[in-house]
């Protein structure tokens, strides 16, 4: 009792801990912003900033040491692989605190993303918060290719890609966890070189965890600006999304089949016509209906899907398009068994 007879109010309970880790290649053109943004969250419990510096062949290293001597919440741990995975293990090792934000070299987050993620992984009770991977372009093709990945017809329906309402999901962009989650399942997989995030998810969800997607947690995302960049992306997407299906035979669906289904069609469909146009079997020009076809939705899934896009960049969006599903369907169709090992 106080003096006046009155109950002492308890002291606030402060929020807890939260240990963001950034795993760091290449990224001179855009670490300060999106270092800085992570330090000027609006949040009211203590943070850290754990950069994972991979082997960079630009002025990162130099950056990275700029910031930590900076501001003392930024750590710099060695990822001599450079590897995603490898560098995300390294930072999670050296964070101090039980929630585990993971984010990227060249993501800007909100100034609410660790409120929201830290509040949502709370009243959730869920192993995994995340949101939406918001592309954005600067150029007509890269605002193209930002078109196509928040599009179903680009990217399917998940809805870290599309959007939708609050719950479980399959996967979340990025990620905010409870680090016993990620010791439950041992952190992230080392010989997953891409779709690491997606395998942990699916980890999480198989030992009775549940991965919570929220439209707060929105990361602006800049989209690869050249279409030799954004095949080399979506192959590799390809390549080592067959490798979770050979883990994982239960997780493949008619969306990831339809690229690798889109490329095998298209490309016989084409060799049956083109025979038939050289003098062979005339019926063998039924072939052709696969490209036409392909190329019919293209064409008018575009004129949809490109509504509101400026006219340099609506002309660049049939190419995005079909730039994705050719070199997804192609990466999963030649994905070789040994990917993992040679990686």
């Known amino acids: 009792m106080t003096d006046h007879g009155q109950v002492p109010s308890p002291p606030p309970q402060q929020s807890p801990g939260v240990s963001i880790v950034v795993p760091v290649l290449n990224e001179e ?53 450079g590897r995603t995975p490898v560098g995300l293990n390294a930072a999670i090792a050296r964070a101090r605190y039980d929630v585990i934000v993971r984010c990227d070299g060249h993501a800007l987050v909100p100034l609410d993303y660790v409120a929201a993620a830290v509040e949502t992984l709370i009243r959730t009770g869920a192993d995994n918060v995340g949101g939406i991977m918001a592309a954005e372009g600067v150029t007509p093709f890269e605002q193209a290719v930002a078109r196509a990945m928040t599009s179903t017809l680009g990217v399917g329906g998940a809805s870290f890609h599309t959007g939708g309402d609050e719950g479980p999901a399959p996967t979340v962009y990025l990620g905010a966890f409870t680090r016993a989650a990620l010791e439950r399942v041992g952190g992230y997989d080392e010989s997953m070189q891409r779709a690491q995030d997606w395998e942990l998810n699916l980890r999480l969800r198989q030992t009775g965890g549940t991965v919570w997607f929220t439209p707060r947690m929105q990361v602006t995302y800049r989209p690869r600006g050249s279409v030799r960049s954004l095949a080399r992306q979506y192959f590799d997407y390809g390549r080592w999304r067959r490798e979770v299906v050979r883990r994982h035979p239960d997780t493949v669906s008619a969306r990831y089949l339809a690229a690798p289904v889109a490329v095998v069609g298209v490309t016989f469909g084409a060799a049956a016509g083109l025979i ?18 392909y190329a019919a939705l293209i064409g008018v899934g575009s004129v949809v899907v490109g509504r509101g896009l400026s006219g340099p960049a609506w002309l660049r969006l049939p190419l995005a398009l079909a730039t994705m599903h050719a070199s997804w369907g192609l990466g999963f169709l030649t994905s070789s068994r040994a990917i993992a090992a040679r990686s």
């Open 29 to 81: 053109r855009f670490l300060v912003a999106a270092v800085t943004r992570l330090l000027e969250q609006a949040y009211d419990g203590p943070l850290e900033v754990i950069l994972a510096l991979g082997p960079s062949q630009d002025h990162t290293d130099e950056i990275a040491l700029g910031l930590a001597d900076s501001d003392a919440r930024v750590h710099l741990v060695r990822n001599p692989s």
């Open 276 to 293: 038939a146009t050289m003098g062979g079997p005339g019926w063998l020009a039924v072939g052709w209906l696969a490209p036409v076809g």
